[in-house]
């Protein structure tokens, strides 16, 4: 009896992938960074077969190359074969290869061959082909360096403490290291108390953020790293936005956004926190709004696509989403013409080719930046300060796609609190700062349209902390503009100055500082955002006012000497956190906050875990730290001119 014949088939195509790509492979492909190649095989005669498939990789000419195994298994049916887009919009259409990382370095890559067997027998089957498949090259690339704040907050309607989830952490580190342009993630976290009474808004935790990231610059952290603040959405959504629209590297631009389970109708992975916070990032890494899906039309004229869409044909771009086992996420196709670009308020949001470039871009612009930020030109060297610290057309797309705001399609839900813990300390002074003319870090919110702010948080800081004169930004309405993004010049035509006041009678200070609006205004919003500056203040400041349009609107006016801290002993907290509480030689006043930072190096480096307290109780989260570390914390009181500080150590997790 004579055997059947063999299924045939033809390598149709073959497209390496990491985040989205075509296949003239026109997106770059990072070194390190997990690598899929997607073979396109179909059936060209003979029976219907389960096949797995194989792929030599080499490196160069010489190589004798690496065989590697499909992870998965594709059935080809000569009578039903199947047009190559929708093949690549379905990850389980193509046989899919994982470059070993050892393949990734910088340097070419060539498919040179591949072969097909039957996943039942074994057998290798017939394949017609062409000659090798295609050769692409690695670029290396800097890593995105982030550090996330989970923001706490206790409300009475719903009552309640609300806390950000570790996944919602996890799911955005995951989400930026297979979406964004980088092969590592250089990220740190820790859940800290919001200062804003809730319900609060993105620029008060903005403000917070700001003024946490310049005591962390101060004590001699990378300024390279951005500053993400996560709010759980139990107690009510906060809408997410950035503290401005950088068009040069600024990496002190802060952002945050809301985290939860909502599925918006489309994801359903049980977090929205990672998308949601890659768009806000993305805004503090010089990105703009579409404007197809309901957001402000900042980059109508420039974004390739239509309706916001990843590609304008089905043979183009297709994005790919490389999964993550550890949150069990399989590889997923995202076909071009279905999902939308991350910085859309669209449904299926993803990152097009488009952001991808412009954001790789940027980070290679920040990389170049020194870990020191240099002193404003022109500035006097002061002492040292307080804190010393060891497109292709195709056919239309959807007339409309879905989305909108997040906030306004929001559905309540409910978390549940956790009960206290405690833990024990030993205490220790730290010693004073210097008595010299300080650089403080002075971050504010103000009210362009209204002509009304506040100054939040007033802090010494090192030299460490100033940075150069941001370079202007871009208008909502794609024009030029000064460094707070508004249209008629700097803070769009309405001066914003700090008067620093002396009291030894020199004549005051008047600095010009850019008002950084935030990123998700619409065009009938007030002008909000926020004065984030590093100033020297001169040998004996008095106070500090806020002027908008000519008129003072707020003054910030320092508290005496600081107090001392006397003694710390443990105190309940939430779960998963450390209580402390402080005792100071004196009551708080007017004018006098305090911060807290924790170290697990013996004090080389710190991170600030809390800035603008008032309450003598720390809770610190214990999430940040690994079993049997070793953490000293670090108070700082202080009336916004000077400090004093105090370190506890040796508090084991």
């Keep these: 009896m004579t055997a059947p014949a063999p299924t045939h088939a033809v390598w149709d195509a073959t497209e390496i992938t990491q985040s989205v790509q075509d296949l003239q492979h026109r997106v770059a492909l990072i070194a390190g960074k997990v690598t899929v190649i997607r ?27 690496v065989k590697v195994t499909s992870v998965n298994t594709i059935a080809l049916d000569p009578d039903a074969a199947q047009e190559l887009a929708a093949r690549r919009a379905d990850a389980n259409l193509s046989l899919n290869f994982i470059v070993p990382p050892t393949l990734t370095a910088e340097g070419t890559l060539t498919v040179s061959s591949v072969t097909l067997s ?87 935790t903005n403000a917070q953020l700001a003024a946490i990231r310049n005591l962390d610059i101060s004590a001699g952290a990378d300024r390279r790293t ?78 390739p696509f239509q309706s916001g869409q990843l590609a304008d044909g089905p043979d183009t771009f297709v994005g790919f989403d490389v999964g993550d086992p550890a949150l069990n996420l399989p590889m997923k196709a995202k076909p071009g013409m279905r999902w939308h670009d991350v910085m859309t308020y669209c449904d299926r949001q993803w990152m097009s080719s488009y952001t991808y470039e412009g954001i790789r871009r940027r980070l290679i612009a ?29 056919p239309p797309g959807p007339a409309g796609p879905a989305g909108g705001r997040p906030d306004e399609r929001f559905p309540k839900l409910a978390v549940t609190p956790a009960p206290p ?63 707070d993004g508004a249209a008629a010049g700097p803070n769009g035509g309405t001066e914003v100055v700090l008067r620093i006041r002396q009291t030894d009678g020199a004549p005051p200070r008047e600095i010009p500082v850019a008002v950084r609006l935030a990123s998700e205004l619409g065009p009938n919003d007030d002008r909000t955002g926020l004065v984030d500056t590093v100033v020297p203040v001169g040998a004996s400041p008095e106070a500090i006012e806020l002027v908008v349009g000519g008129q003072v609107v707020d003054t910030f006016r320092p508290g005496g000497a600081p107090p001392a801290l006397r003694a ?45 307290l008032r309450e003598p109780l720390v809770q610190v989260d214990r999430g940040q730290f690994r079993p049997g570390d070793q953490v000293q914390l670090r108070i700082i009181t202080t009336n916004g001119f000077t400090s004093t500080a105090s370190d506890i150590q040796q508090i084991q997790v």
């Design 226 to 303: 951005h500053y993400v603040g996560q709010v759980a959405d139990g107690g009510f959504f906060l809408r997410g936005c950035s503290s401005g629209l950088p068009v040069a590297a600024d990496p002190s631009v802060v952002a945050s956004s809301p985290c939860g389970s909502a599925p918006f109708g489309w994801d359903f992975d049980g977090t929205y926190g990672d998308w949601y916070g890659g768009h806000e990032l993305g805004h503090t890494l010089g990105r703009l709004h579409p404007g197809f899906c309901g957001e402000s039309a900042d980059d109508l004229q420039n974004y």
């Design 39 to 65: 073979v396109y095989v179909s059936g060209s005669s003979g029976p219907a077969a389960g096949v797995r498939g194989t792929v030599t990789l080499i490196r160069s000419a010489t190589d004798p190359g």
């Design 118 to 204: 039957d996943a039942l027998t074994g057998a290798v089957l017939p394949l017609g082909a062409t000659g090798a498949g295609p050769t692409v090259r690695f670029h290396t690339g800097p890593p995105l360096r982030i550090r996330v704040l989970g923001l706490r907050y206790t409300t009475t309607d719903p009552p309640g403490t609300f806390t950000p989830r570790d996944l919602d952490f996890t799911a955005l580190v995951s989400w930026l290291r297979r979406a964004y342009p980088v092969a590592t993630v250089i990220s740190s976290h820790a859940v800290i108390e919001a200062t804003a009474t809730p319900p609060f808004t993105c620029e008060d």
């Design 568 to 612: 710390a002993r443990h105190a309940s907290a939430e779960a998963g956190a450390f209580g402390l509480a402080l005792d100071f030689d004196r009551g708080p006043e007017a004018g006098q906050t305090f911060a807290a930072q924790v170290s697990t190096d013996g004090g080389a480096t710190w991170q600030t875990i809390g800035v603008g």
């Design 421 to 483: 813990q405690a833990a024990a300390t030993v205490l220790r002074a730290a010693g004073a700062a210097p008595e010299a003319e300080p650089f403080v870090s002075v971050v504010g919110t103000v009210n362009l349209s209204r002509r009304e702010g506040d100054i939040r948080f007033v802090n010494p800081v090192t030299p460490l902390a100033a940075r150069p004169t941001p370079a202007a930004q871009p208008t909502r309405t794609g024009g030029t503009a000064g460094p």
């Design 366 to 394: 920040e990389d170049s930046l020194v870990a020191g930020a240099p002193l404003p030109e022109g500035a006097p060297e002061p002492a040292p300060a307080p804190l010393t610290v060891v497109p292709v057309a195709g």
